[in-house]
């Protein structure tokens, strides 16, 4: 097992070099001059190009890159250009905001997803699973901003159970945070029940026709007991996956969301980062969030592992 | 005249004052104090140095207002008032201006506020070692001197009649911030301002909110009303809106493009929508060295073929206010005939027909939604008048460099809501100056701006404006589309709120009824 982890550690490198390099290259492509995103319409060339010096953005591009490449290691994400303050401080100041909003949106996802799947795949054609599918799919093509509108608009405006935009600290009133974080979340998790719930409903009707299943079931046992005990586990290696693979969707999507329900998470820092052309900010945004997604896949493949004993055992 | 008569009148008279002074009271009395007043706007702030963020956006602007004062302020009819100067005066040449500060100013901090601090704050950003962003904006000033505690003297390079007028904007370069504060504490002062404004910021969490709290000792006893004022940068205009119809906000930013919630909040008996009119307007420069807009025909025609009306409609239900000259209804520029050419599609085609070859170009717009849509419509206009306009989208940052290096046929700009015409109008027209992005030339016109900005008398001053307004519509150099107008929502129960220059809602003199 340790083996496996430091194979899988391995490959956490490179990718991350990879990324950074793509993000630096992608970033130097954009139209736009930072230095007169700053300077605003009235600079002159003169002032611009004294800017661009001074932030050594006249230097070629692998010298900036290596630059920011040798901070990184000893610990140093460099200021903003915009406003000075730490990168590593500002991504720390918000970091909690999201990955709060992204765990809670997975939560209610997987708890709407799960039951749903299972019940649909037990009960599969039926007039249920149906609706369920029929609604998945018209949840998909809604778009997150969209559905944040009308979520704002009923809970919010019409109905005014919970806040349309804001955020409380967790550590200053739990249930504040909990009213104004539900929506964002809820926003999210409708955007990703819909793929969890075909996922796991179809491999569960796999494992379903499978021969151990049909044992269970001369055996007597309650069917409660085989959906969940029997045919749940084995099904879910493809859900865990697709979970896993879709925290980069819900990094996207956390971005809209924060931006709608103005959310002070990283989703917004990035945003402002690429309007602003605040180049440091942004790398180090695109750093963390890459790493944060590297990680999450890396526990996926160990989770499976988990799950089955077959990859565990396979021979490298 | 018969005595009794006379007595009618004087005793009317004294009446009337009395009757004045009762009411004034009785408004003064209205002014309720306390309470607190949560404000949406749309940008989070940056933060407060000038030598980190250089010029303060619309949001920055509108929390510098409360931390921190300006000189001047301008009362709604566009006059400058004393505030951290108690009066000025100038020379003839309008070359150097002497302000007399008020005595007893302190900072938040404590230390005073006099003429050494204000140089320490003209120094700082002037300072060409300091590399600030905007001393741009003060290239115009050559130095500033503190003869004594409470006289400042400003030497300017160029004359200008309304510095007063200028200075009460709370710009970067305007507001006065604590020395005392600012090298004390270094690259972290920009997050944590010290002025000597109404309100001090109590905690400030960026990207959510930043809490002021009112100025026990501000100078201006009695002032601020409100007890408290909440800054929320709420970037979605819906979800802002929507913060408002919640009662989350008091009072949020907005502009003409979110116009289905304007007129939905006009309709709202509990909601005020608070409108400014301004001066500047969005305009277009073509550039007039690159064919076919060599030609004044070419231009007078695209020029002609715009329905200005109709264009409102289609991107702002009709609040969109059309412009025919760089002043606006919001200046003080007032012309009987600004020469815009009209619309006269008949005459734009003829125009076009007379020129005699293909009339085809490309024309800059922002990569927005907002620049797209209004491309589309300038392409539809000016293909029903026989002329070919490709659209290239660009970035709003690249738009200013291919508008200085003069790489461009045709390129939006702004000119916005200053006090005084005179920056802008010199700036983008005067022969030889960088942003003159029409190239184009003209001594007339010259002269016309240099007697401008060397004339005191408004009226005088007007009729040279009027004059360069006709010289440029009737060349058709640079045209004008719409007027400045900024927007305010804000519940019913706010009042006292200032008029938006500029955009900027100053919510330090509101109170909440």
């Known amino acids: ?316 | 005249m018969s005595r009794p008569f006379r007595f009618g009148v004087l005793l009317t008279g004294a009446l009337i004052v009395a009757l004045t002074g009762l009411l004034a009271t009785s408004a003064a009395q209205a002014q309720k104090r306390g309470g607190s007043l949560t404000v949406g706007l749309e940008l989070d702030i940056a933060g407060f140095d000038p030598l980190k963020v250089g010029v303060f956006d619309t949001s920055a602007n509108m929390a510098a207002a409360l931390i921190f004062d300006t000189l001047t302020s301008l009362d709604d009819k566009g006059e400058a008032q004393p505030k951290l100067a108690l009066s000025w005066s100038h020379s003839d040449d309008y070359k150097t201006w002497t302000f007399k500060l008020r005595p007893g100013v302190k900072f938040h901090d404590g230390t005073a506020f006099d003429a050494q601090a204000l140089k320490f704050n003209f120094d700082r950003q002037k300072d060409p070692k300091n590399k600030c962003r905007c001393a741009f904006y003060i290239a115009f000033v050559k130095e500033v001197q503190a003869p004594d505690a409470l006289t400042a003297v400003y030497v300017l390079n160029d004359p200008q009649v309304n510095l007063p007028k200028i200075m009460a904007f709370a710009s970067s370069n305007n507001v006065m911030q604590s020395p005392a504060a600012m090298q004390a504490k270094g690259d972290d002062y920009n997050r944590n301002p010290v002025g000597t404004g109404p309100f001090i910021v109590k905690s400030w969490t960026a990207g959510d909110r930043m809490v002021l709290e009112k100025n026990l000792s501000y100078w201006n006893e009695g002032r601020p009303y409100l007890d408290r004022v909440v800054l929320r940068p709420l970037p979605d205009s819906q979800a802002r809106f929507a913060s408002l119809e919640a009662g989350e906000s008091d009072l949020i930013w907005d502009d003409e493009f979110d116009s289905d919630n304007i007129l939905k909040a006009k309709k709202t008996p509990r909601l005020t929508v608070h409108q400014h009119v301004g001066s500047g307007a969005t305009v277009y420069a073509f550039n007039t060295k690159a064919p076919p807009f060599d030609d004044v025909r070419v231009r007078r025609a695209l020029v002609m073929a715009l329905d200005r009306n109709k264009w409102s409609q289609l991107v702002t239900n009709g609040l969109s206010r059309p412009a025919t000259n760089p002043y606006g209804d919001g200046s003080w520029v007032k012309c009987k005939d600004d020469g815009a050419l009209p619309y006269d599609l008949a005459k734009a085609q003829a125009l076009i027909k007379e020129y005699g070859k293909p009339v085809k170009f490309k024309m800059l717009v922002t990569a927005t939604p907002r620049g797209r849509a209004y491309g589309q419509v300038l392409q539809q206009f000016w293909k029903l008048a026989g002329a070919e306009m490709e659209i290239e989208q660009v970035d709003q940052t690249a738009i200013v460099t291919r508008a200085f290096a003069r790489q461009f046929e045709l390129t939006p700009w702004r000119i916005v809501d200053l006090a005084d015409p005179d920056p802008q109008m010199y700036a983008n027209f005067r022969t030889g100056s960088p942003v003159a992005l029409a190239n184009y030339s003209n001594p007339e016109l010259d002269r016309l701006l240099d007697h401008a900005r060397v004339t005191a008398d408004p009226e005088k001053r007007s009729e040279d404006y009027c004059a360069i307004s006709r010289l440029i519509n009737s060349e058709a150099i640079w045209f004008w589309s719409f007027q400045n107008t900024y927007y305010a929502i804000a519940k019913a129960k706010v009042k006292g709120l200032p008029k938006l220059h500029n955009g900027v809602i100053d919510v330090s003199p509101t109170w909440l009824e």
Not at chain 1, 53 to 60: H, K
Not at chain 1, 155 to 169: C, D, S
Not at chain 1, 243 to 258: S, T
Not at chain 1, 261 to 275: E, H
Request: net charge neutral; proline share 5%; hydrophobic share 55%.
């Open chain 1, 1 to 316: 097992m340790l083996g496996f982890i430091a194979y899988r550690l391995g490959y956490l490198v490179p990718v991350l070099l990879a990324v950074t390099l793509l993000t630096f290259l992608i970033a130097s492509l954009l139209p736009g001059d930072l230095a007169h995103a700053m300077l605003g319409d009235q600079a002159t060339p003169e002032a611009v190009e004294a800017l661009r010096r001074d932030m050594g953005l006249d230097q070629p591009l692998w010298w900036r890159y290596l630059n920011w490449l040798s901070g990184i290691v000893q610990g140093d994400f460099g200021r903003s250009f915009r406003t000075g303050e730490p990168v590593l401080r500002a991504i720390l100041a918000r970091l909690p905001v999201s990955l709060e909003l992204m765990l809670l949106a997975e939560v209610t996802a997987l708890a709407i997803s799960i039951p749903l799947a299972i019940h649909c795949a037990a009960n599969s054609g039926g007039a249920f699973d149906r609706v369920v599918t029929g609604l998945a799919f018209a949840k998909l093509s809604i778009p997150n901003f969209m559905a944040a509108i009308l979520l704002i608009y009923l809970f919010a405006v019409e109905l005014r159970w919970l806040p349309a935009t804001g955020y409380v600290p967790l550590d200053e009133d739990w249930l504040g945070n909990l009213r104004c974080m539900l929506l964002p979340a809820l926003t999210l998790a409708l955007a990703e029940w819909p793929v969890l719930m075909r996922v796991l409903r179809s491999d569960m009707i796999t494992v379903l026709q499978e021969d151990y299943i049909t044992m269970a079931r001369a055996k007597g046992l309650k069917s409660r007991r085989i959906l969940f005990v029997h045919a749940l586990k084995p099904s879910s290696l493809t859900l865990i996956t697709v979970a896993g693979i879709n925290v980069g969707r819900l990094i996207g999507g956390a971005v809209i969301v924060e931006y709608v329900f103005a959310l002070p998470g990283i989703g917004r820092l990035l945003l402002a980062a690429i309007y602003t052309r605040d180049f440091m900010i942004l790398q180090g945004v695109v750093l963390f969030v890459a790493t944060g997604f590297v990680i999450v896949n890396f526990l996926v493949d160990l989770l499976y592992a988990v799950l089955d004993p077959r990859i565990r055992h396979a021979p490298k």
